[in-house]
């Protein structure tokens, strides 16, 4: 059984190389193209912060939440900026469903359910800090950085980061893929799927929890449950809230305020697991 296993994780494997790659240098290449003004736009962002955070996070671009982080440490951009483009990110999962080549409209709705949710949660976090404390304009103290773990960004070499890229995702699925078709050959598949599915509050707190693991391996994990039928749809997008790829990892880096820090940790978990719960409780499905 497990010969069979390792034979069925590669062949689907290499089934799946080719889109990857193309996934990825297409996103490299709006990377390059895009990075500076995007980052500019996010400067000069203002109020409309969370609703820009929250758009330009859902747009593939490699460190994008990197950059928030030092935007935010900079005191450039507000939390609800900051916490609007880590809810919208979608880290390794966009390309991931597209090289699956998943239902553009299951994407689309993803996509936008995590934008609208980083958007409000935005929102009223400004909100709620502006009443609490008053707008107090603090010491520009910004240092540019990319620290993302996975990409070779400023280089210029689209080409090489995008194989770079896919090599280490396609990795990490044919790890995560033999795990996983090793546990459905003894478990079963239905059964498996039915163990999750039954314990609806479970899964977002689960999910939520492996989404703060600060590098790409989660959203990678999360979205091979999804597609294969184990993870539902509130789980996944619990986890996909709560995860930032790299985000998270650099804000600890760049940012003093270790109290702080954990405040914003502690709201992305709150948040992934609250709307995955509803999602489940609702039966909404992408």
Not at 166 to 184: A, D, H, P
Request: glycine content about 10%; some cysteine; hydrophobic content about 50%.
């Amino acid at each position: 059984m497990i010969a069979d296993v390792v034979m069925d994780t590669l062949l689907d494997g290499i089934k799946l190389l080719p889109f990857l790659f193309i996934t990825y240098l297409v996103m490299e290449y709006i990377e390059h193209k895009t990075s500076s003004k995007t980052q500019q736009i996010m400067k000069n962002s203002g109020k409309w912060g969370p609703i820009l955070g929250s758009i330009l996070g859902v747009v593939p671009q490699c460190g994008f939440s990197a950059a928030a982080s030092n935007l935010y440490a900079g005191r450039i951009i507000t939390v609800g900026t900051l916490a609007a483009v880590f809810l919208s990110t979608s880290d390794e999962m966009l390309p991931i469903l597209i090289s699956e080549q998943a239902n553009p409209v299951t994407i689309i709705r993803i996509l936008a359910v995590k934008a609208l949710i980083g958007m409000a949660i935005g929102f009223l976090l400004d909100l709620v800090i502006r009443r609490k404390s008053g707008i107090e304009k603090e010491e520009f103290r910004i240092e540019h950085l990319c620290d993302h773990e996975h990409c070779h960004c400023g280089e210029g070499k689209i080409f090489k980061s995008a194989l770079s890229h896919t090599l280490q995702i396609f990795v990490f699925i044919l790890i995560i893929s033999f795990l996983l078709n090793l546990v459905i050959g003894f478990v079963g598949e239905n059964q498996l799927a039915a163990l999750i599915s039954s314990k609806p509050v479970l899964g977002p707190l689960f999910s939520a929890l492996v989404g703060l693991i600060p590098n790409c391996a989660s959203s990678v994990v999360l979205t091979q449950l999804y597609l294969e039928g184990v993870l539902g749809a509130g789980a996944m997008i619990a986890g996909l809230l709560s995860g930032s790829g790299v985000g998270l990892l650099v804000l600890y880096r760049v940012n003093d305020n270790i109290k702080e820090n954990l405040k914003i940790t502690v709201l992305l978990y709150i948040v992934g697991v609250t709307f995955g719960i509803l999602i489940e409780l609702l039966g909404i499905v992408f």
